[in-house]
């Protein structure tokens, strides 16, 4: 392997994806197995080397013992970067653990491209962070270092949506206005862009690009606010304890919900309150599913669950969901119409982040001639109806959902290093 070239990573809060050039084409290559995405999870197993994407989900619900996280790119620009956490007995740090999921996507990529990868061009959301211009600056600084810490010399960034509208534009034969909906696990992201395959020629994009904009919500808060309303009363959210009858502490129930928070649930001080608090609770049995789940460890398999269900839900209008691994027959009646009702202020807050980048590119709504739509939240029916409902005109792309952003870096880092 001694060619050098280049590359686009999609580094994704639920999935990520690499783009690079082949046989004077730019084409996703294989990150596990034949599959072109890689789920953004990892997992310290206690006895093995790491292991990352389906194969780390397998190991730990299966009961391997170790450490497994997900979401990681939430936690970029925040503190906890500079907390690190504890990794089988020892403090590891966010930047290496991010730092070993880059790896294995680069020397993955190498392997089955035969070249090293020395330039890339990676994707970021619009904001990493809402309202906070220090935190976002920080959160690409943070990532552009992870990545030269693991080869690449030289490191640019491109907006996620940018790049999906430079993906889909390659099958539009005449000039379009579209508007980006890129939903992803952590952000949802918006651009107004001219598209037309003959532009992806032009070394200057910025004339073409009208108006951006993005919100820190994504299908990760779906999955939060489908917990927190659906399975964490059957866990004893919001009961009483004691003799004054005080309602039990909410945060514990909002970590277990999060995907990136889970973790920091697990520590000697809190099993220690949720013990004192079971001994007094007025709802033993649900609240003693909740002791149980933080003691055993099975967060991320209660939120999985709700993943599952989430998903189901985008097909189905009622789904039964299984949580026997938490006690015998136990299982949760579920509808769509509870989804929709538990994740109508995050797609409130999309919508208000779209009107807010038409607004911004100074285009009405009528004048979108095509909706691009990227990211596997899109598939949400409560979403999809809030975009027919906005421009019942526009023709719809869904192509490559779950890789455009990454076929896009690719096309853009053929532009930039090319």
């Known amino acids: 392997m001694t060619r050098t070239s280049y590359c686009g990573i999609d580094f994704g809060t639920s999935n990520s994806a690499i783009a690079a050039p082949h046989n004077n084409n730019i084409r996703l ?17 206690a006895s093995r080397t790491p292991t990352y994407g389906r194969q780390a989900q397998k190991l730990f619900f299966e009961g391997e013992e170790g450490r497994f996280m997900r979401s990681l790119k939430r936690i970029l620009g925040t503190s906890l970067m ?16 991010i730092g070993d999921f880059i790896r294995h996507l680069k020397t993955g990529a ?51 949506p940018i790049a999906a509208a430079f993906a889909h534009e390659q099958n539009v034969a005449k000039e379009k206005l579209a508007l980006v909906v890129d939903i992803g696990g952590g952000t949802s992201d918006f651009t107004v862009i001219r598209v037309c395959r003959d532009y992806a020629a032009k070394d200057d994009r910025s004339g073409d690009i009208l108006g951006n ?17 659906c399975f964490m009363p059957a866990f004893g959210s919001k009961s009483t304890y ?23 649930l697990y520590t000697p001080r809190n099993r220690k309150m949720l013990d004192d608090i079971l001994a007094e609770s007025h709802s033993p049995k649900k609240f003693g599913r909740f002791v149980n789940a933080v003691e055993r460890e099975i967060g991320h398999r209660i ?29 949760l009646p579920l509808t769509r119409e509870a989804f929709d009702a538990s994740a109508e202020v995050s797609v409130e807050k999309i919508g208000q982040a779209m009107d807010e980048c038409l607004a911004g590119a100074n285009v009405t709504a009528d004048k979108i001639e095509i909706i691009i739509l990227t990211g596997g939240p899109t598939e949400t029916p409560l979403l999809k109806n809030l975009v027919r409902t906005r421009f019942p005109a526009a023709e719809i792309s869904e192509e ?13 880092s053929q532009r930039k290093f090319g």
Do not use: C
């Not at 290559?29 to 197993?45: C, K, Q, R």
């Not at 500079?82 to 966010?94: E, L, P, R, S």
């Not at 490559?400 to 853009?412: C, I, P, R, T």
């Open 29 to 45: 290559l294989p990150v596990e197995g034949d599959s072109a995405t890689l789920p953004s999870a990892i997992f310290y197993a």
């Open 213 to 229: 904009a993005g919100v820190r919500v994504g299908g990760n808060d779906f999955d939060k606010g489908f917990s927190l309303a």
């Open 110 to 160: 190498e392997k089955s491209g035969g070249q090293t990868l020395d330039s890339v061009v990676m994707g970021r959301p619009v904001h990493f962070i809402d309202h906070d211009p220090g935190a976002d600056g920080r959160a690409e600084d943070e990532l552009a270092a992870i990545a030269r810490a693991q080869g690449f010399k030289d490191v640019l960034f491109q907006f996620e």
């Open 242 to 264: 004691g003799g004054k009858r005080l309602h039990v502490p909410a945060s514990p129930f909002h970590e277990l919900s999060e995907w990136s928070k889970v973790n920091f």
């Open 400 to 412: 490559n959902k779950l890789s455009s952003v990454a076929l896009g870096l690719g096309f853009d």
């Open 82 to 97: 500079a907390q690190g956490t504890v990794v089988n007995g020892k403090i590891k740090k966010f930047e290496d653990i």
């Open 303 to 331: 939120l999985a669950t709700v993943e599952e269900a989430k998903i189901t839900l985008t097909a189905a209008t009622a789904h039964d969901a299984d949580l026997n691994f938490v006690e015998s027959d136990f299982h």
